[in-house]
């Protein structure tokens, strides 16, 4: 076979074969087929889009690609869920302990940052001491032990969604709907979960930009669930705003802790559906009661038990968390309302800050980020402060004017 063709016949918009697939796929894992190379096929897909059929090749290559994860030996009912990915996304610091504090448990492998978009694993690597890489025989006794864990993958799951992902990050091919899919599904699969919660995010700070594309996303992954036997639910929600009021690793760590102390609002709204949904298909009953649950953990104190159970656990030290100390303040200008806080031009901030990587190779600077102290909807005076910038450096320019709209 001939790569050269398979990436010219993906770039005149025609279908791929499993062999073909296999081909430049398995090729790319054995490193006989390099990164630029790669990167072209991977731009011609994002151009001239996948088929189902196609796609669902394509999570067989990746799920054959490493090791089943045979997570029998965990008592009790698995459940997992994923996002997208989104500015400010820190919700599955919040769902897990919700969801082990009611006895379900909740098995999660996460990755790092994608494009702009924040990774779980690299927040909680803002937590000094957290280790995120666990085997095999660690997660089994972890959630045994305490009902839930968060790890990145291990090595050998899924190793081409590892590299390909590390590779769709840093050459802005990670938009297109079938190579979504094939990732998360193929991670799902893999883990032996069958209880699965996959929160698409939509807006201009997420990979899917608009209605359509989500639904389309939604579709893909229940054909793919139906077709491994996985009970799934897809929850569509809004990434035009950023979840919540932080953003940056360390910072977004810390408003998961006061979440679960009890802060109310969207972030919160938002996994209370998710965590309701988790505990509705793993526990087969209806959401409302599935609401009423998940609302008396998180009022009791139990889930924030159950985080700081779990932070420990991973050898954390939540008191150990440090955030930059050279802070600017961004004042209002004028007087109005706030009608926009753009996504994707905060995710585009905080990159530039260091929060996230620039190169597959970048370092990370968990202490940088964002703090909202006003919201859409907000009216302000001149001089209020509308938020924080936690800065590695002193000397860092930005238009303030790209972020928030006030009129
Ligand atoms: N999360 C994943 O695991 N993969 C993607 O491609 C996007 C979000």
């Known amino acids: 076979m001939d790569l050269e063709k398979i990436i010219l016949k993906k770039s005149i918009g025609l279908s791929l074969s499993k062999e073909e697939l296999t081909y430049a796929f398995n090729g790319y894992l054995l490193k006989k087929i390099t990164d630029k190379e790669m990167t072209l096929l991977l731009k011609a897909i994002c151009k001239n889009d996948m088929s189902d059929r196609e796609t669902i090749d394509l999570v067989d290559i990746y799920i054959n690609s490493g090791e089943k994860l045979n997570l029998n030996e965990i008592k009790g009912i698995k459940v997992d869920k994923h996002s997208t990915g989104g500015i400010g996304d820190k919700t599955s610091l919040i769902i897990g302990p919700i969801i082990a504090a009611l006895g ?3 098995v999660k492998m996460s990755g790092r940052g994608l494009g702009y978009t924040g990774g779980t694993i690299d927040k909680l690597e803002s937590i000094p001491g957290f280790n995120v890489s666990l085997t095999k ?3 089994i006794k972890q959630v045994n032990d305490i009902g839930m864990v968060i790890t990145s993958q291990t090595e050998n799951l899924v190793p081409l969604d590892k590299k ?5 990050d840093v050459t802005n091919t990670t938009k297109s709907i079938p190579l979504i899919a094939a990732s998360i599904m193929s991670k799902k699969i893999v883990t032996g979960t069958s209880n699965v919660v996959i929160d698409i995010k939509v807006g201009s700070g997420a990979l899917i930009e608009d209605m359509a594309n989500a639904k389309r996303l939604s579709s893909l992954m229940i054909e793919i669930a139906k077709k491994y036997n996985i009970k799934v ?3 569509i929600s809004d990434m035009d705003t950023p979840l919540g009021d932080n953003v940056g690793n360390a910072l ?6 006061e979440v ?3 802060k109310k609002g969207k972030l919160r709204d938002l996994c209370v559906n998710l965590a309701a949904s988790l505990i509705s298909l793993g526990k087969n009953i209806d959401i409302n009661q599935a609401n009423k649950l998940v609302l008396e953990v998180l009022n009791n104190g139990s889930a924030y038990n159950k985080y700081l159970e779990f932070i420990e656990y991973q050898g954390g030290n939540v008191k150990n968390i440090k955030i930059s100390d050279r802070v600017n303040l961004i004042k209002a200008s004028k007087e109005g309302t706030i009608t926009e806080i753009n996504a994707l031009e905060v995710g585009k901030l905080v990159l530039e800050m260091g929060a996230g990587r620039k190169t597959k190779e970048s370092n990370i600077d968990y202490g940088v980020g964002i703090k909202f102290k006003k919201h859409i909807g907000d009216k302000v005076n001149i001089g209020d402060i509308i938020m924080e910038l936690y800065l590695a450096h002193s000397n860092f320019l930005y238009d303030i004017n790209k972020i928030i709209t006030i009129k």
């Open 233 to 235: 639910i897809t929850i």
């Open 137 to 139: 025989e660690e997660i």
């Open 252 to 257: 977004e760590v810390i408003e998961a802790i």
């Open 104 to 106: 379900l448990k909740f």
């Open 164 to 168: 390909i992902y590390a590779l769709r």
């Open 260 to 262: 679960l102390k009890g």
